[in-house]
Every structure is written in structure tokens, then in C-alpha cells.
RNA sequence: GCGUGCUUAGCUCAGUGGUAGAGCAUUUCCUUCACACGGAAGGGGUCGCAGGUUCAAAUCCUGCAGCGCGCACCA
């Protein structure tokens, strides 16, 4: 601040400090020291992604918390790194890629060379988002970032998965999922989002065989799945249908088929609502969740009609084949009218699933996948309902059971390329694999173990093949419909990859999703499996800073990944669980309360934020605006208001500065005035405030307390005050020129002859070296460059903000020893309160008489009780009057304007200056409010339940009250009078 | 359907039993020597609706309505 603008401006300030601190490696994490841990491991964004609001207020948040522990004296670790985003990323370079006609599909390039064009696209943008959250100010440990694709992280997924197949916990089977048709990928449910969609409700007969005439009516919104039908489904308890179960149905699609092939059977089953539509249920069990449960209970055939790209194949028949599913259906529809089979078509909306990544409806898809029954299930669910986790706010831990309660295994694999390969390898085997000549080493072991029936535990058993130690899985052999066996062998190392290829062992070509790795951030990114010094220091995690959005994909699962591999006594540590406190921010929206999205545009970029506001800015707006647990609507004018907030303190700063004199004096007690008691108590309820806010993580609520005690109470009331100590002590040595070098250049100090200036600029030290500590973690830019600026950091010892405002004491409210040293008692605060009150309603009387703001008047002051001067001068500076005459028997003549409170009565002598009518009509209004509040506490008073049942603190406050409304009634009378 | 949150000033939101608050916007005045990214003074609300508990309800209870979110889902 050498110095000093008169606006602030961020540009020049924050870069240079955030080298300052990197340079001095303050946000380094140092595993052997002794203070106490603090710890938050990021979200990890995509690698590929760009800083959205939704970041900025995550990582302001760890940000804030991270900053305050350090300055509580705790040792930080704010662990950062991004994620490999498996579909997102690939999709974005794929169709890069297609975009620029370098290929028409990833097959063209082939696994390996698309892989590494994915690679150099990460490399080229995998910086971004990480350079962004240094604009922001995040005080991220980065020698520790991690990617989910990192060597030893891939190291962890696979270990983790071939320990969970060790189990028997993950398994592969042909089951239903939700296939993506356009990424070509099966997905999790959690993937999938129910949308409202709106479509027609068909319905159409079906003639029953065995009774030639008789017509069953089917209600689908589907009609392009009848090739795929295998039943038609009645409740055995609804009487209009029950006695045909076991007749046949002739199926009306695809039409060419001869009719004994389209014969399929009436079945029973009580999954069937026979209020619902016709009571008559077409059973697809090759495209329906629900139907493939009912295939499965009746055996019936899964007859596939739409294909990975959803089209139909050869199965759904000549009219609809090639056809996408959506045309498909159209056609249906017109070959039902055709048939005379379409009775009618009703508008119907129903909800249908959608792919959330690539937003296309959802095809339910027979397909063999890996899938995982989460471990560690119990453990999870009762430390959340125990509240030894705790999550804020916390209906979220409610969310969270339910789903617990739940849970359906979790299909982990993924037709992708990018992201971590199963480490399954697998072989099909014949009769033929039996014979192998003997000594052909690691086969011969293989089948050995194999011949060896029953393996030790029921999933299979541990075998090595390359001979040094390593060691695969052997999974029990799964037998295939033609007779031959797959085997599957899974292994973490590489030896034995080789020798399972030389066997003629294929790897499984589908990738694990992207949660599968990143559910083991919390330790994976510590070092473990070792039992690092590292995990032992900083796990587990304080803090989890994250959106309600992924409770499931992420929270949920970090949880029981912690319990199943953090558990493990060799670690020795307090507890598996991967966070102590979760806390789930809201969801930034426009002004209009509209989600954030790119195709809508009304996604303000950060960095432009940043570039004209400030990051301090765009942190305390996006701080202010977000209450806890709520959604917060965003509006550039959060931000700007966060810019004034920072021009605010620059200037008070500034105004400081400019006043000279020594920096951070010793405070005198017997030359502190009411004004400066009065700040020094709302410092220390302020301070008290903020840590409590923060202590319950209300955010916005530390954001509010910081601007009103700032803003409200420091600059509009103790700063203005302050000036009738600084003002008239240079009055009175006008004449002489500041000693303290030129800086008095507003003609105000001269603290350093002024034992009374200095004392007050003292206080303002005070003051502000704990307003800008406090400050801190919201706005670490301009606190940094004040505190280095101001002289602030000049007494601290190195360590303790000597150095950094960063590792500066968290300012403590001020305790009885030092109130009592200093004199502040409570009554000051009231006090003040009363002076300025009668200020205020001073500068009414100026107001309803007219007066310009800036001419100097002449008030009359009838003190209650005896004023001292000094209380005289602020009165006159703060009322902006020529004279405030004191005078103990004032009778206000006619045309005189007078306020009163508990201090005394302020009269303005108009000399006929003002609106007569409409100063009456004023007083008038008062009155009339004044009369309602006396009428409603009378009233009160009057009633006898109230006086006896009421506390007697209560009564008394009321009672006070009334009188309050009383003194407050005479003088608006007075007034009146005085008015004529 | 189940769960959950919201409904307070024109807007965005605080306020969990005892005198309705903030910021923005708005009106008027002021370019007074920290700050016009500023200062001063105003105006503006029967706290979604209906009951109940209580001496006392924006606040607690019940019901209803509207908006939002999550989960489940009937073809």
C-alpha cells in the first residue's frame, strides 16, 4: 500500500499474492506436525471441465474453512486433483474429433491410438480448471493433486476391484440395464433421470386363440415392442380374465410371421393391475424391467427386437427393421390400423427414464455386465442414523438412509474406452482344454486348480502363474448354454496379465465407471494401500464440501469404500470413516430460478466475474447469497455488491493510512470514549458472531455480520465519530504542519502531538487488524495486501502472521480480563446506541425542514444529564452543525423542530422555514403509530393472565415499553402545539 | 404414491414464542477533505390460506393450497 488508490483494484493485488503463497509453500500440508489436523479432500472436477458458479461456491466454502483452521492453528491439508469423467470426456473428444472429420467412429482410430488422442486432449485442457481455482484463491495443498487416472490411483481401482470379485461381491451377469443408445454404454441407475414425457396410451385387440371371436384389449405406450412380446399377462384374481390363463394369444406384429409362430401365452401373475389400463399386460421380457422379472418367473423367451443403437432388427419383422425405435413406433401404430387391431389412442403422459449424461431416453437392455453388492452397507448406514458423521444440513442424513435402505447392486462396468479396464481377463474353453500335455507350467497349474473340483471358497480360489509371487483370481468357471466354459481371471499385476494372454486370455474390453474410482478419493488419494504418514496425520477427512446432487454416485459410496477399506486395524486409526461433517451446499440457479446450463447461456463465466469484480468479490457475492441448505438464485449484483463491500474496506484502510502516526499503538483506557467503547463491544459481538456462524457453517449468515459490523457500525458511525477526536485536535494546532512526514495530507492529524488522536487511531488499529483477520478466509486477497499494507504484520512473530496473514491467530472475542482492563461495559453499547439514535432523528428535523445536507445549522441540545464536551463535538460533526448549543432550560418557540429520546431534546429552530401542513401531517402519522403501540401494550398490560403468568422480565420490558410510547407521545403533542 | 424444502417489503432472502429485519430496487437531498464502488433521510409488509395450542404465534401443532427437489412407479 505504498500507495494508495483511491478505488481498489483487484488485478493489481491477486495474482501477486497468490505467488507470494505458493512461493512460500504455505498451502503445503506437513504430515509430521504436531498441531492438530485439518482436513478436506476435494471434489474432484472433471479434468476436462472449466470452473462453473456451482465450483465457485464449493470451493469457496473449503476455501473459507480451510483458511479459518489454519488460523485456529491447525495443520491443513486441502487435498485437490480431478477426475478422469468417463463418459463426458470421451464424448467431448469423440466428437471433436468427428467435428474436424479426422474419423466417423472411435473404431476408426482403434482402442489404443483414440486412447491416446484422449490423453493429449487432457494434457492440453487438463490444466484449465486447476489454474481457474487459483484465480479463485483456493488454498489447495497442489503438491499432492491427484487424477483418477494417475499410476498408483489405477493401482487402487484395481486392487479394490479384484479384492471385491475375491469376495464375491462383484459379479458378471446378464441382467437388465439402462443402455444409453447414444453412448453406447450401459449405465447405473443412478444415471438415469425420470422425465415427464408426453405420448399417446395405444390400445389394441388381440384375438385368443383357443376361442375364436374372443378379443382381449391391450393398453401400451409401446407398440413397437409387440415383435418382442412372449406373453400376455392377466391378475389371477381378476375375474374378467382369469379363466383364460393358459389359453394363447395370437400376437398381431411383425405381420408376415406365419400365425402358429405368433401364438404366445395368456399368463397369471400379480404383478398385473387390473385397475390399471385394460387389465391386460403385454409382456416384452427383453426390453421392460418389470416384464424380464415376469419372464424369468414363467420362462418365458427373451425375444430381442431393438439393437445397442436403438433400432429394430431383423426379429421386430420387414416393416419395422432398421427403423429407429421412435419411427418404429409410428409404424407399428399403422400396421395396428391396418390390421383393424387399433381400437384407440389416448394423449398419455407417463414418465420414461433418460440418460442424464447424453439426455436420450433410456433403452432397458438385456446385457451381461459386472456389478457390485456394496460392502460395508450396515457400518455406512448406522454412522450416518447415529450421528457420528454428521451432515449438514441434516434432512440430508434421511435421503441417505432411505437410499441405503434400498440398494440395488451397482453395475460398474461401461462400453467405453476411457477410464480404468476391468482387470478381468477371460477364456472359453472346450473339452479339448483337458488334455494339455503336462509340464506346460503355469496351464498345467491352472488346470490343476481347476480338476481340483472344489475350490476352497465358493467364488474360486488364488492361483500364480507367472511364478514370482503374484497371483491371480480364478473365478469359478461359468458354463455357457453351448456347453464350453468361460473362465475368468482377475489379477492386479501385470506378470500375470502376460502369462493369462500367453494362455490365450483376453482382458475385458468395458472400462469401471467413473465413481468406481472416485468413491476411494478420500484414501486412494492418501497413499493407501501403504499406511502413509499421510493418512495417519490427515485421515479421517474433517470435512466434505459437496452438492446434494451426488449423495448417491459419490457421498454414499465414499462412505462404505471407506468403512471396507479403512477399517482395517493394521492402519491404527480412530475411525474407517472417510469425513467427519458433510456439508451439502444448494444448487446455484439464475435469477429466474433456473438451473445453470450451457444450452441455456444464463451460465455467467467465473473468470469474467473475476476479471471485473475481483475473486474477492465474487466470493463474498456468492457467500452472501447462500444460505445454508437453500438454492441460491444468482445475480451479477451479488458480486458488485461484493466489489463495493472490498472498495468499502479499502477505503477505511486508506482513511486510516492517511492519518499517520504510529501504527498499532498501545490503547490508554482512561482516554477511550464512548465511541470507541462502543466499537471495541461491537467488534467483539461481531467476532463472536462470525465464529459461531462459521462453527455451524452458516455462510451467509458470517458474510451478513461481517458487512453490518463493517459498513454499519465501523465506517457509518465509529469512523465519522472518530473524525471530531482527529478533527479538532489538528484544529486546534492548525497553524502547525504534521511532523510525522506529510502524510496528514486531509489536514485532519496530528496524532503524534494529540495524545487523544493517538489513542483513537490506536483503537482503529484495533480494529482493523481484527476486522481484516476476521475478513480473511472470505476475502484472502485484500486482507493479504492490507495486512502487509497497514503495518499490521510487522509485530506478529514469523509464524503467526509475520510472514502471512494465512497463518495469523483467528481473532478471539475480547475476554472479561480485557473488558474489565479497558473499561467496556455494556452500557457503553447502549450508549452509543442512544446517541446515534438522536443523530438520526436530528438529521430528520434537517430533512423536514428542508435544509440542505450539506448546510451547517444550529441545533439546541437539552440534555437529560450532564454532557461533556467531547460527546458535544461528535454530536456537531456527526449532525454536520455549525454549533450544538447546550442549553438545560430551552423553551422551543413556534417553528422549532425537536426530537427527543433518553439522551435528551434536540430542538432546530426553522425561523418559519418549513412546510407547516406538511410537518404536521408528519407528526400526525407518527402519532397515529405511536397511539396504536401504546393501545397494544395497554391492552396486554390490562389483561390479568398476562401480568400473572408472564416472567417478570417480560412485564417489566413491557411495562418500560409503554412508558417509552408515553415520553415518545408527549413530545409528537409538543410538537403539535409548538407547530400552532 | 412416499419423502423433503419453500411461501415474510417490488426483487433476493434473514428472522423458531414477547416492539416485523437486511441487501438490492425506489423517492428526496448531498460531488462535505476514506470511499459516488459513496453519504444522509424517507416510503413500502393484515409474514400463502383455515383452524388449534398459548397471557402472547411470522415463529409451535393440524389441515389445505401453490411452487420446487429427491425417491419409487402401472404396462
Known amino acids: 500500500m505504498s500507495e494508495i488508490s483511491k478505488a481498489y483494484e483487484p488485478q493489481s493485488v491477486e495474482d501477486k499474492w497468490y505467488q507470494f503463497w505458493l512461493d512460500g509453500k504455505f498451502f503445503v500440508a506437513n504430515e509430521h506436525s504436531a498441531k492438530p ?6 471434489p474432484p472436477p472433471n479434468v476436462t471441465g472449466v470452473l462453473t458458479l456451482g465450483h465457485v461456491l464449493n470451493n469457496t466454502i473449503q476455501d473459507i474453512l480451510c483458511r479459518k483452521a489454519r488460523m485456529d492453528g491447525k495443520e491443513v491439508l486441502w487435498l485437490p486433483g480431478t477426475d478422469h469423467a468417463g463418459i463426458a470426456t470421451q464424448t467431448v473428444v469423440e466428437r471433436t474429433l468427428k467435428k474436424s472429420g479426422e474419423i466417423k467412429h472411435r473404431d476408426d482410430l482403434g482402442r489404443e491410438k483414440f486412447l491416446e488422442r484422449v490423453w493429449e486432449w487432457k494434457e492440453k485442457h487438463g490444466g484449465i480448471i486447476i489454474q481457474q481455482l487459483k484465480k479463485l484463491g483456493a488454498s489447495c495443498d497442489w503438491t499432492r493433486e491427484r487424477f483418477t487416472m494417475d ?9 479394490v476391484f479384484v479384492d471385491l470379485y475375491k469376495k464375491g461381491l462383484i459379479y458378471r451377469g446378464k441382467r437388465m440395464v439402462n443402455w444409453c443408445p447414444a453412448s453406447l454404454t450401459a449405465l447405473s441407475d443412478e444415471e438415469v433421470t425420470m422425465k415427464e414425457q408426453r405420448g399417446f396410451m395405444y390400445y389394441f385387440k388381440v384375438e385368443v386363440a383357443e376361442a375364436p371371436g374372443t378379443f382381449l384389449t391391450i393398453a401400451t405406450t409401446r407398440p413397437e415392442t409387440i415383435p418382442g412380446d412372449s406373453a400376455v399377462a392377466v391378475n389371477p384374481k381378476d375375474p374378467r380374465y382369469a379363466h383364460l390363463i393358459g389359453k394363447h394369444i395370437v400376437r398381431p406384429l411383425p405381420v408376415e410371421l406365419p400365425r402358429e409362430q405368433k401364438l404366445i401365452p395368456i399368463i397369471g401373475d400379480e404383478h398385473v393391475d387390473f385397475a390399471f389400463g385394460t387389465g391386460v399386460l403385454k409382456v416384452t421380457p427383453a426390453h421392460d424391467k418389470a416384464d424380464f422379472e415376469i419372464g424369468a418367473r414363467h420362462k418365458l423367451a ?16 420387414v416393416d419395422l427393421r432398421g427403423l429407429d425405435r421412435f419411427k418404429a413406433r409410428k409404424v407399428a401404430v399403422e400396421r395396428l390400423v391396418a390390421l383393424s387391431a387399433l381400437e384407440k389412442e389416448e394423449p398419455y403422459t407417463n414418465n420414461v427414464g433418460y440418460s442424464e449424461r447424453a439426455d436420450v431416453p433410456i433403452e432397458p437392455r438385456l446385457s451381461e455386465q459386472w456389478f457390485l453388492k456394496y460392502p460395508s452397507v450396515e457400518k455406512s448406514r448406522a454412522v450416518v442414523a447415529k450421528g457420528e458423521m454428521k451432515f449438514h444440513p441434516d434432512r440430508w442424513a434421511k435421503v441417505y438412509d432411505h437410499w441405503m435402505g434400498g440398494l440395488q447392486d451397482w453395475c460398474v462396468s461401461r462400453q467405453l474406452w476411457w477410464g480404468h479396464r476391468i482387470p478381468v481377463w477371460s477364456l472359453k474353453i472346450t473339452s479339448g482344454f483337458w488334455n494339455y500335455p503336462a509340464g506346460f507350467g503355469p496351464l498345467q497349474k491352472l488346470v490343476a486348480a481347476l480338476r481340483d473340483d472344489s475350490p476352497p471358497n465358493e ?9 514370482n509371487g503374484r497371483t491371480s483370481f480364478l473365478h469359478k468357471p461359468i458354463e455357457n448354454s453351448d456347453g464350453t466354459l468361460t473362465l475368468f481371471c482377475a489379477t492386479t499385476h501385470e506378470e500375470e496379465a502376460v502369462e493369462l494372454s500367453k494362455l490365450g486370455f483376453t482382458q475385458d474390453p468395458d472400462v469401471l465407471d467413473t465413481w468406481f474410482s472416485s468413491w476411494l478419493w478420500p484414501f486412494a488419494t492418501m497413499g493407501w494401500p501403504e499406511q502413509t504418514e499421510t493418512l495417519k496425520k490427515f485421515y479421517p ?3 466434505l464440501v459437496t452438492g446434494p446432487d451426488i449423495i448417491f454416485f459419490w457421498v454414499a459410496r465414499m462412505i462404505m469404500a471407506g468403512y471396507e477399506y479403512m477399517g482395517d ?12 461433517n458433510v456439508y451439502f451446499t444448494g444448487i446455484i440457479r439464475d435469477k429466474q430460478g433456473r438451473k445453470m446450463s450451457k444450452s441455456l447461456g444464463n451460465s455467467p463465466d467465473p473468470l469474467d466475474l473475476i476479471a471485473k469484480f475481483g475473486a474477492d468479490a465474487l466470493r463474498f457475492g456468492v457467500m452472501r447469497a447462500a444460505p445454508l441448505g437453500q438454492d441460491i438464485l444468482f445475480d451479477e449484483q451479488n458480486v458488485e455488491l461484493g466489489r463495493n463491500f472490498c472498495n468499502k474496506l479499502w477505503n477505511a484502510c486508506r482513511f486510516r493510512q492517511m492519518q499517520g502516526g504510529e501504527v498499532q499503538s498501545e490503547i490508554e483506557p482512561t482516554l477511550l470514549s464512548t465511541d470507541d467503547k462502543w466499537i471495541l463491544l461491537k467488534l467483539d459481538a461481531a467476532l463472536r458472531e462470525v465464529t459461531i456462524a462459521l462453527n455451524e457453517y452458516k455462510f451467509s449468515d458470517a458474510t451478513a455480520v461481517l458487512y453490518r459490523f463493517f459498513w454499519s457500525e465501523y465506517c457509518d458511525w465509529y469512523v465519522e465519530a472518530s473524525k471530531a477526536v482527529l478533527s479538532s485536535s489538528s484544529r486546534r494546532e492548525s497553524a502547525q504542519t504534521s511532523e510525522s512526514g506529510g502524510e496528514s495530507q486531509s489536514g485532519l492529524t496530528s496524532a503524534a502531538t494529540n495524545p487523544r488522536a493517538a489513542n483513537t487511531l490506536a483503537v482503529i488499529d484495533f480494529v482493523l487488524s481484527h476486522t481484516v483477520r476476521m475478513f480473511h478466509p472470505f476475502l484472502p486477497f485484500i486482507t493479504e495486501e492490507l495486512w502487509h499494507g497497514m503495518g499490521y504484520a510487522t509485530d506478529m512473530p514469523e509464524n503467526q502472521g509475520g510472514k502471512t496473514i494465512m497463518f495469523a491467530p483467528w481473532p478471539l472475542p475480547l475476554d472479561d480480563d480485557f473488558k474489565g482492563h479497558y473499561g467496556l461495559d455494556d452500557c457503553y453499547l447502549e450508549m452509543g446506541d442512544t446517541k446515534y439514535d438522536l443523530v438520526s432523528q436530528g438529521r430528520n428535523l434537517r430533512r423536514a425542514a428542508n435544509i440542505g445536507a450539506s448546510k451547517k445549522i444550529k441545533y439546541i441540545l437539552k440534555p437529560v444529564t450532564f454532557m461533556p464536551p467531547h460527546e458535544v463535538e461528535v454530536l456537531k460533526l456527526l449532525l454536520n452543525a455549525e454549533t450544538v448549543e447546550l442549553n438545560a432550560d430551552f423553551l422551543p418557540g413556534k417553528g422549532t423542530l425537536s426530537a ?23 407528526l400526525n402519522k407518527d402519532l397515529e403509530k405511536i397511539e396504536a403501540e401504546i393501545a397494544k401494550v395497554e391492552a396486554k398490560l390490562a389483561n390479568p393472565s398476562f401480568t400473572e403468568k408472564v416472567p417478570v422480565t417480560v412485564l417489566q420490558e413491557h411495562q418500560q415499553r409503554l412508558a417509552e410510547w408515553q415520553g415518545k407521545r408527549d413530545h409528537v403533542k409538543t410538537a403539535l402545539a409548538a407547530l400552532g
Do not use: W
Open 302 to 317: 427373451q425375444i430381442e427386437v431393438i439393437d445397442a443403437k436403438g433400432q429394430m432388427n431383423d426379429a421386430a419383422g
Open 37 to 42: 489436523a485439518y482436513s478436506i479432500v476435494i
Open 569 to 580: 486395524p493394521k492402519f491404527g486409526l480412530p475411525d474407517a470413516m472417510p469425513f467427519q
Open 541 to 543: 477427512t474433517t470435512d
Open 151 to 159: 499410476p498408483e490411483y489405477s493401482r487402487c481401482v484395481q486392487r
Open 900 to 922: 427527543r429520546n433518553n439522551l435528551g431534546e434536540l430542538h432546530l429552530p426553522t425561523e418559519g422555514l418549513i412546510d407547516i401542513a406538511a410537518e404536521q401531517a408528519r
Open 459 to 467: 467364488s474360486g480360489i488364488e492361483i500364480t502363474l507367472s511364478g
